[in-house]
Each structure stands twice: as C-alpha cells, then as structure tokens.
C-alpha cells in the first residue's frame, strides 16, 4: 500500500473513530470505547505474540495489575495520571521477569508458564482481601478530571480514551518501526540467525514481554475508570484467551491487526444481537470460519485480493543477475 494512501486510511479512520459515537445511547459509547481499551491491550500482546514470536496467555493478568493499581492509588486521593504510570511501570518490571523462562522454554511449555502466572494473578486478587476487596471488589474509582475537561460522562471519557489510544499506538508504531521492531521480527523468524547476525535474543525477549506487559497495564487503568468497578473475574483466563483471538483474528505480526481483531470481538457480537438467543453461535461459526480460511487473519484478506485481483510487476531474477555481471 503506497504511503499517501496509508495516510488517507489512517486520517478517515481517525475521523470515523471521532463520528462514532455521536448521537448514540451510553451503552453504545460503552462499547465502543471497550473497543478502544482492548485494542491497547491487543497491541501489546501483538507485539509479545505476533512481532516477538513469544506466546503468552498472561495479558489479562496485566490488565489486572495496572487496573489495581490505578484503583488503589486514585481511591487513596492521587491522580489519575499520577496513578497510571505507577501501574505500567509495575507491569513493565513485572513482565521483564515473566520473559525469563522465555529464555528457557518455548511454545506450548511457554503457553503453560505463562498460563499458571495468570492464575498465580487471580488467586493472589481473589484472597488477599485486605488490599484488593477479595471476591467484592473495588467500587467507586474515580475517572480522570483533567480541569475544564471532565471525563465524568460517556462520551467525554471515550474521547479521553480514543487520545490515549491514538498516542499509545503512535508510540507502538514507532517501536516497530525501529531497529527493535526488526529485531522482535528477526527473534520471531530465526532466533539462531538472529543471534548470528548480533542481535541480542536474550534481551530482546525480556523486552517484548516488558512492553506488551505495559500496554495491558495501560489498558487495565483505562477499564478500571470506564467500569469504576474491578473484581477477579473480571481478568480471568477467559480474558486472556479473548484477547488473544483478536490478535489471531485480526492478524497477528500486523500493526493494524489488533484493531480490526479487537472489532471483531468486541462489536460483532453487539451487531449480531438480533438474532437473540442465535447470536452467540452465529459469532462463534463466523469466528471458525474466518480462521480456517483466513489463517493470517482479517489483514491476509487484503492480502490475498492484492495477489489475486491487483497484478504487480516482478522483476526477473535473471535480469538482475545479469545486470550484476554487467
């Protein structure tokens, strides 16, 4: 895709993002920044999972992490914007420790480790009730009030959400896009060739757990003000898997995957509602199909009608070389 198109998608979907909400109910405005919240902790897992190649079922735990943190310290009297760095930055360091057996095991072995560390989560939010509320919960946390802007109401607090969104994807998008991107690209596709090649491995797996960690602690302090609400279920093993189909749904190693997986997910379910009791079978049929013959996820569509339908020039391998000769 040429770069001023890019561009021109990039702008009208941020123009589509902004007319979303307007004129609908709170409920809808809900959705719709759940949407926005999940597509930061999908980012993050994107990175870890889809750029990184480490697999991790883990990214609720971290949503939990920084949701109570943020809860703890804003019901404590700080700010929100004081509150939520403390949140990331402890799941920035937790996560550079949960890349450690990254180092050691890999695949499912991985899955597993990253699976108990989950549960290691819950259990620790379920029974120590003398900080988290135990199975009742934190209630009454406070949204951010930044002055003239109140965040207080719906629509207000999914614009704050959509900025925050915005900037946390610029910042992914940068991350990506420089020499650590291509290194988690390369860990991703050949650790040996990479480490032949003076890449750091060992390095570079702890910090795409850090950073993937830190993008689900963002989103964690951002569900903890919409919901104002926070219990152990909510960040359950359930929840990781969820957010893991949007990475594989949207297309994992995909920058914009996230989002579109995150779509899927969160508001496909919404649409198909009308059906009433059938709409829960209709997504789940829809969600198996789309993986079967879309394995690379809704960005290998575009792919596959660019290969299929939009011919492009390959240059001959013959003519190169003789070119080279020459």
Request: aromatic share 12%.
């Amino acid at each position: 895709m040429a770069a001023w198109l890019r561009r021109i998608l990039i702008l009208a979907l941020i123009a589509l993002a902004i007319a979303a909400p307007l004129g609908q109910g709170n409920y809808i405005i809900y959705v719709l920044t759940s949407w926005l919240i999940f597509s930061i902790a999908a980012m993050g897992l994107n990175l870890t999972l889809g750029y990184a190649g480490q697999i991790s079922l883990a990214q609720a735990s971290f949503m939990a992490i920084g949701a109570y943190t943020t809860a703890l310290l804003t019901l404590a009297g700080w700010h929100w914007l004081a509150a939520m760095p403390l949140g990331v930055l402890a799941c920035f360091v937790i996560g550079f420790g949960l890349g450690y057996p990254a180092l050691r095991v890999k695949g499912h072995f991985l899955a597993f480790v990253t699976l108990a560390f989950n549960t290691l989560v819950f259990l620790v939010l379920r029974n120590e009730e003398w900080l988290t509320g135990g199975t009742y919960g934190l209630v009454g946390i406070p949204r951010p009030n930044l002055g003239l802007f109140s965040t207080m109401r719906s629509l207000p607090f999914y614009y704050f959400t959509l900025v925050v969104t915005i900037i946390a994807a610029l910042a992914m998008w940068g991350i990506v896009r420089s020499p650590w991107g291509r290194a988690f690209r390369a860990l991703r596709e050949n650790p040996i060739r990479a480490e032949s090649l003076g890449v750091d491995t060992r390095r570079i797996t702890l910090l795409a757990f850090a950073i993937g960690s830190m993008y689900g602690g963002l989103a964690g302090a951002l569900i903890a003000s919409l919901v104002q609400f926070i219990e152990p279920g909510s960040f359950g093993l359930a929840h990781s898997l969820r957010i893991l189909l949007m990475v594989a749904v949207g297309g994992a190693g995909y920058f914009f995957g996230p989002f579109l997986g995150a779509g899927v997910v969160i508001l496909l379910p919404e649409i198909l509602r009308f059906t009433e009791g059938y709409y829960l079978i209709i997504y789940a049929v829809l969600v198996i199909v789309m993986l079967i013959f879309v394995p690379t996820g809704m960005i290998g569509v575009w792919g596959r009608i660019r290969d299929r339908f939009i011919a492009r020039p390959v240059a001959r391998a013959d003519l190169q070389q003789g070119a080279q000769l020459k």
